[in-house]
């Protein structure tokens, strides 16, 4: 098998861990990669979901062997040597007050910092608005993180992982305020103050604000990519799992990304897709084709259902579906000439959530 055809079968079907132990830094809940575990496959680190109900069910498993090292099996049959990024230095550290580190950001994959800055959303708690596949507020009401972060800890703990943990960027994403900024004024301060005081890439991340002068304000405070996260593209669909944010319609987001793309440049804005929530793949390759058209990144990544969230028992999509759509983007990206390792910062550069970095080339 080849690999990225294990990585889209690990990251559609899961992977079971015949050994507790190995669960030990996995995410659960929250924003971003939720149920993951980050994997490292032939000198690739990947995030795979490790606490969902799929991955319960999962043909892959992972097991220590006598010597420690991990074999990952597909049916009890071992296919390839797999292993874990340790966890962080900057994780043993704490603020003047007493605050851990890792409940102000966290590692993702091998070399990246994320963090929710607004770790609340206006629409999280009303069912008539609430996204159905998001679970921002469960890490919250575990006690695993803050409500705000402010700037100057988001700068204290980006300055301690470059320098113990090499971290090479940044992500910052935000549930959405009751601001019409949608969050973006918020943003700016916090790269304002990691900007003074360590030299990391930042990508932001938010909705489109109404006034698209942000964005200008957004990089002269340090952003050097921008995510505007469309997640489904069928307005049907849209509406149906993400009511409170299909309000804003798609003519906006795609003036939005216009207006950003004309900021931070060609190929520095993306977008994430959730491939599995209905959308087929025809209308999928036409939005990625369109987005990439006007500078920006789609960033294809297989809809993880997450505990928790209304969309738990939602299906993964099937690995020949994310395949197809693969290659298809894959091709119009080559043809492009537009690639994840020239963005600055952010989740399509790290691309551990997806195997469409694979297809580039």
Known sequence: MNKQRLITELQTHGLKLIDPTLGAAGRKGGAGPSDHKAVTIEGTTVMVPIYTGTAAQSPYSAQIQPDRSVQLKQMNQAIAPISFPEQPQFYRLSTADGIPYWKIALLHSRNVLATTVLQTCRRYRDP????????????????????RKTPEQLAEVAEAAVRLDGVKHMIMTTGTPHTRDRGAAYLTDCAKAI???????????????????????????????????????????????????????????????????????????????????????????????????????????????????????????????????????????????????????????????????????
């Open 128 to 147: 008539a608005t609430a996204c159905q596949f998001c679970a921002i507020e469960q890490s919250l009401e575990a006690g695993r993180t803050l409500a």
């Open 195 to 361: 900007r003074a005081r360590v030299n990391l890439p930042i990508q932001a991340q938010c909705e489109p604000p109404d006034d698209f002068v942000w964005f200008e304000r957004l990089q002269a405070a340090g952003v050097d990519s921008l995510g505007m996260h469309l997640e489904a593209v069928d307005p049907a669909i849209r509406a149906r799992v993400m009511p409170g944010k299909a309000e804003v319609p798609l003519a906006k987001y795609f003036d939005a990304f216009a207006a950003a793309v004309r900021v931070f440049g060609w190929g520095q804005v993306s977008t994430y897709l959730l491939a599995g929530l209905g959308d087929s793949l025809k209308d999928l390759v036409a939005t990625c084709d369109r987005l990439i058209a006007l500078g920006v990144y789609p960033f294809v990544v297989p809809f993880v259902p997450i505990t928790g969230t209304p969309l738990a028992n939602h299906p993964a999509p099937e690995s020949d579906f994310m395949l197809t759509l693969y290659q298809q983007v894959g091709a119009l990206l080559i043809q492009a000439d537009m690639s994840s390792a020239e963005i600055k910062a952010g989740c399509a550069k790290c691309g551990a959530c997806s195997a469409l970095s694979t297809f580039e080339r």
